[in-house]
Nanobody
Framework: QVQLVESGGGSVQAGGSLRLSCVVSGYRYKSHCLGWFRQALEKEREEVSLLDTSGPTTYADSVKGRFTISKDNAKNTLYLQMDSLKIDDTAMYYC?????????????WGQGTQVTVSS
């Protein structure tokens, strides 16, 4: 059973920064994908950034140059450093896990952490 526990969300003014964390346990696959999705009110869940253990890191165009995904293997923790935050970044952010880095191959989700950006 894969468990994903997010933390680090909160309220911040536009232009500010937040760092999200996701503690991962119970890996099902040796090679896998970890990443972040977000869902704003009345919108579909969208990919933010994915990190494949055997491939490249990807970012949504809307966050490129502002967000950085990273992983501390010793702590089994995935991070998302979010800088230059915009009001449009307001959403519930979910940690995600799967065998491959595609939306349809994500099999496990965290409970989510809320990020609110105000002007």
């Amino acid at each position: 059973q894969v468990q994903l526990v997010e933390s680090g969300g909160g309220s911040v003014q536009a232009g500010g920064s937040l760092r999200l964390s996701c503690v991962v346990s119970g890996y099902r696959y040796k090679s896998h994908c970890l990443g972040w999705f977000r869902q704003a009110l009345e919108k579909e869940r969208e990919e933010v950034s994915l990190l494949d253990t055997s491939g490249p890191t990807t970012y949504a165009d809307s966050v490129k140059g502002r967000f950085t995904i990273s992983k501390d293997n010793a702590k089994n923790t995935l991070y998302l450093q979010m800088d230059s935050l915009k009001i449009d970044d307001t959403a519930m952010y979910y940690c995600a896990y799967g065998r491959w880095c595609s939306r349809n191959d994500i099999t496990d989700w965290g409970q989510g952490t809320q990020v609110t950006v105000s002007s």
